[in-house]
């Protein structure tokens, strides 16, 4: 059983259009983050989210968590072609001791086309 | 931002040797250091969760025998593949915990058992 559902698992669009990534979970989270990976790399952090409806933007990208801190999603307005990676949204989950350690959804691949 | 360095980058070697990872946080003390395991296109499976000063914790299917790993200050970690097969060839990536909720990636390390 996946703990957080993320989706799409592939997306290809043309350099311009606007996207949403969603990750979903029956489960609170603590925290949440979003990553990006290039082929080859370690994933780069891009945001944390902690509190229930936070918006934060990151240039055209802008990140919400869930006012229930079980979902949250990754906007991208007019995509880019230096956009192509893998998205990874993973959350800490409460209630368990104090590990640190994620649940990782299952990535998004965004190939953004010039 | 926290830096997370991985050693070696990419590393070759024949069935039956055994392979050391070094993992390092260069600007901050990890007390916790995770590693992973990622397949292509494919998001991170969590292996291990390195604890400075104690053992590790695997998770369940990670054989603990074989890969070996090590805590033994706040700014390393190394993940030892002991007599290394093919199938054990994959990409090899650590974190460390920032902050308690934030985990910051190492560049990876590509591992081909010939």
Known sequence: ?114 | GAVVSQHPSRVICKSGTSVKIECRSLDFQATTMFWYRQFPKQSLMLMATSNEGSKATYEQGVEKDKFLINHASLTLSTLTVTSAHPEDSSFYICSALHNSNEQFFGPGTRLTVL
């Open chain 1, 1 to 114: 059983t996946q703990l957080l559902e993320q989706s799409p698992q592939f997306l290809s669009i043309q350099e311009g259009e606007n996207l949403t990534v969603y990750c979903n979970s029956s489960s609170v989270f603590s925290s949440l983050q979003w990553y990006r990976q290039e082929p080859g790399e370690g994933p780069v952090l891009l945001v944390t989210v902690v509190t229930g409806g936070e918006v934060k933007k990151l240039k055209r990208l802008t990140f919400q968590f869930g006012d229930a801190r079980k979902d949250s999603s990754l906007h991208i307005t007019a995509a880019q072609p230096g956009d192509t990676g893998l998205y990874l949204c993973a959350g800490g989950l409460v209630g368990s001791s104090n590990t640190g350690k994620l649940i990782f959804g299952q990535g998004t691949t965004l190939q953004v086309k010039p």
